[in-house]
């Protein structure tokens, strides 16, 4: 800052001098130009304290600039200094005053008649901190729209030289907060011109991350389908397709407060595209498969860049996204036997990748892909159990099948668990994060449950397996007493489950050991 702190001290002292000279007496025209020129000075001064990091400093002149510039209605300097001052109090999260100083900016832009090339480019910055004060405010709508007119004037160079792979960033980013509201339409229109505006010789790297946006819209259309979808059905229906842990995927963006709040206001880019596919409502296995089918187009692509070895987050996140779409896929298919081989893919998506990573270092990955594994495991056995009762087909050969489903559930879901004590040193017992205590006793119930579930020839098999459902049934209470104060505020019904399944349990035990 050498060089400017140099510049400083010459305009401080010119300051000084000229205010001096308004002391004295003269002619009251050439007092008036005095004044002008002192103020655009301190405009300088203000600017020059912003960028040494002296902000409130620098807010001041610049303030006193202002007022001078209004009297005089000196709309290119006004324009120019209450576009700084909003930019200044924007960086301090004075967001009120920022808000003022930026639409004063933009008033004053619409007062200009004629705009010069320099009064063009402030006015693409006032719209785009615009958009960042509207964002901190929670007003999505008016932020979006901001974005979108600063991206525009930078196509119509009314913002200085257009940078090609900045602008498609940015209008990536503005696809994701469209999709985050579910005005799909807005949101690949986004994505189709971010594509477009690249460079075509853009190496992987930077271009991967936008075809994982291509694909995560198709994941998310369906993923709102199957949610209106679940609606329609009652509690208990609902209940065998639903999330029984709700967690966050491994990488996502930033969570808007009100995502309904963004509306497709039909603001589309003066940006010649190819012709691209409709996007029909997802209502049925048809409409469900087309889309399947564009989202997995696009991952794929992804996911040549992505690869476990060097993108760990960004692999599993694509892995994740897939089984998503097929576990949707399944909800629109009819045929069982189809939804199972669905749930099949889904696991060989999945299982093979948490043991591939150190738990300590990728606790969060490995605990969610372990427990989807262990429910998608679960899920083809009451599908496949369902099935076999309906159809009377209870054989061996079809038992010994379900039990190898009830059993790589079992292991899933005990890989999970242990999960959350990663260390040699730690106990089974030990307590959990309270964020994560509901999670890790689902992990022990899903556990017992699925214990019982295992069918046998024999009643001496079918009596082990309910051995260790007591057992586990049994542990979860003993935690729970271990750890009162961590578990009373939590999974009381499930407790409450529990205390039963251990009453009833043991007279099954005793009626399949006289047996």
Known sequence: FKHKYEARAKMEAWVAEAEKALEGEGPENQRQILLDKIASCKLKLGINYHECEEASAGARLMEAAAERFEAKESLDELQDCTNHLGIVWCELGNMEKATQFLQRAEAVYEMQEVHSEASEERYTLT??????????NEKTSEAARCIHFTLQRQLDHKGGLLDALEWSANCTRLADYYSKGKAFDAARHCLEC???????????????????????????????????????????ERAQFEDRVSFKPAV????????????????RFNVSLPASSTMPAITDYKSALAEFKEGSKWLTEAGKYFLLDGHVSEHIEICQLKSKMLKVLAFFEQSPGNQCKMHKRRIDLLEPIAPQLNVQVFDFQCKQLYFEVAETYSLMFEIKAKQAEADSDITPAKVKKLNTLALSSIA???????????????????????????????GHLSLARMHGKVLGGEASAMRDALIRSLETYKWILNYADKHQALCQTCFQAEFDICREMARLIPQKIHELSMQ
């Open 127 to 136: 719209l785009f901190y615009l958009a960042q004060v509207h964002t901190h």
């Open 194 to 236: 971010a594509l477009e505006i690249m460079p075509e010789d853009v190496d992987e790297e930077t271009k991967s991350p936008l075809l994982l946006a291509f694909g995560k819209i198709s994941v998310q259309r369906m993923d709102a389908a199957f949610e209106k979808s679940l609606q329609q059905l009652t509690s208990k």
């Open 412 to 442: 899933a879901y005990t890989s999970f668990v242990k999960c959350f004590h990663p260390k040699p040193d730690m106990k089974p017992d030990d307590a959990v994060d309270e964020d994560n205590i509901e999670w890790f006793l689902t």
């Open 252 to 267: 996502d963006g930033e969570e808007l407060a009100d995502p309904d709040r963004i509306q497709d206001e039909g603001l």
